[in-house]
T-cell receptor
């Protein structure tokens, strides 16, 4: 089946530092990847849509300069949280689309101290 | 605009019994897909079942079935013979299938299911 991996699964960083999260489709090519954010006991909120070789499309209210997305290949997209602050602490989930289906990564729990 | 409504924040069911999780949707697109995902405490999103708006029959996948009522704009998930491992958050979602349309998944607020022994 279609597998999406994320790395790291957990990360703790100090306020002001940057953190990079990788999302890979392991056994299929994904022209489109999505990045979501989920706060405790809430639903997934789409942050941005990433298409290979082009700039990401950010949802309203998401700061593109703070959440840098790069989709360099058909199997890899990265999300960099720049100058992280405690309010950026959250669960970040990526997904990769193939056909009509989206497969999700296992998520990355970011804690900013 | 698309919208998913899940009115049950939490549900309880006895092991081995069936449970229905409600989902209603609102969309102006002529062609759309409906999805259900399971999210256990580990956080991963597990795809359960898919229903296309033009599918004549209700989708089924093992113990999961989708009760699709297009006129009522509902896409309820039915889990038969509940197991303890079914305890999790369940999210209903929709996505436009219109060519060139905005193909992002829109999620509902979710329903937390607890299966009791």
């Amino acid at each position: 089946g279609a597998v999406v991996s994320q790395h790291p699964s957990r990360v703790i960083c100090k306020s002001g530092t940057s953190v990079k999260i990788e999302c890979r489709s392991l056994d299929f090519q994904a022209t489109t990847m999505f990045w979501y954010r989920q706060f405790p006991k809430q639903s997934l909120m789409l942050m941005a849509t990433s298409n290979e070789g082009s700039k990401a499309t950010y949802e309203q209210g998401v700061e593109k300069d703070k959440f840098l997305i790069n989709h360099a290949s058909l199997t890899l997209s990265t999300l960099t949280v720049t100058s992280a602050h405690p309010e950026d602490s959250s669960f970040y989930i990526c997904s990769a689309q193939t056909g009509n289906e989206q497969y999700f990564g296992p998520g990355t729990r970011l804690t900013v101290t | 605009a698309q919208k998913i409504t899940q009115t049950q924040p939490g549900m309880f069911v006895q092991e081995k019994e069936a449970v229905t999780l409600d989902c209603t949707y609102d969309t102006s697109d002529p062609s759309y897909g409906l999805f259900w995902y399971k999210q256990p405490s580990s956080g991963e999103m597990i795809f359960l079942i898919y229903q296309g708006s033009y599918d004549q029959q209700n989708a089924t996948e093992g113990r999961y079935s989708l009760n699709f009522q297009k006129a009522r704009k509902s896409a309820n998930l039915v889990i038969s013979a509940s197991q303890l491992g079914d305890s999790a958050m369940y999210f209903c979602a929709t996505r436009s299938l219109v060519s060139g349309g905005y193909n992002k998944l829109i999620f509902g607020a979710g329903t937390r299911l607890a299966v009791h022994p």
